[in-house]
């Protein structure tokens, strides 16, 4: 079956460093891979969208990356402040929905 | 322009009971889904819904059911709750094309005894 693999501990950064979250996936060829940002208590929120013939996709200071032959999207924030503190989720594109990683928690301490 | 917007945001249930989430969105998007949220486990497809009067069954749909009589609503029944159905559930649309990008509703925080 489709699995989709996100770093499952979270993810604990100096402001300023760069944040890079990784997101796996097994048994299927997605045509495209989306990033979205969960706050505690609210619902996703979408950030960025990676199409297969993309290797890079930039938006002021997120980079999401995609490997087709590993099986595997790389999701950076660069000069990463407070305010990035959130769970990101991969949501690969598969039989014609997406499937949703379990997200990975990202703290940046100032 | 509110988005998407769901109501309850909290309840709680004794087993048996009945209750319908409603979801409401004022973006025109052809795309509807009910997803539920659970420690460790991701977001998961329980229904949605590519236009109005369509509905059709994603990944944990046992248990639930929907309706989507209007465009801009989508509601969620549980015939009869369980305590397994303790869950967050949020509601999500979308433009016509699988795949465009999804915007969600605040979710439900619902809880089964």
């Known amino acids: 079956s489709q699995k989709i693999e996100q770093n499952s501990e979270a993810l604990n950064i100096q402001e300023g460093k760069t944040a890079t979250l990784t997101c796996n996936y097994t048994n299927y060829s997605p045509a495209y891979l989306q990033w979205y940002r969960q706050d505690p208590g609210r619902g996703p929120v979408f950030l960025l969208l990676?199409?297969?013939?993309?290797k890079e996709k930039r938006k002021e200071r997120l980079k999401v990356t995609f490997d087709t032959t590993l099986k595997q999207s790389l999701f950076h924030i660069t000069a990463s402040q407070p305010a990035d503190s959130a769970t990101y989720l991969c949501?690969?594109?598969?039989?014609?929905?997406?499937?949703f990683g379990q997200g990975t928690e990202l703290s940046v301490k100032p | 322009n509110a988005g998407v917007t769901q109501t309850p945001k909290f309840r709680v249930l004794k087993t048996g009971q009945s209750m319908t989430l409603l979801c409401a969105q004022d973006?025109?998007?052809?795309?509807m889904y009910w997803y539920r949220q659970d420690p460790g486990m991701g977001l998961r497809l329980i229904h949605y819904s590519v236009g109005e009067g369509t509905t059709a069954k994603g990944e944990v749909p046992d248990g639930y059911n929907v309706s989507r009589l209007k465009k801009q609503n989508f509601l969620l029944g549980l015939e009869s709750a369980a305590p397994s159905q303790t869950s967050v559930y949020f509601c999500a649309s979308s433009y016509e094309r699988a795949g465009n990008e999804q915007f969600f509703g605040p979710g439900t925080r619902l809880t089964v005894l």
């Open positions: 949501a690969p594109l598969g039989g014609g929905k997406l499937i």
């Open positions: 990676i199409r297969e013939n993309e």
């Open positions: 973006m025109n998007h052809e795309y």
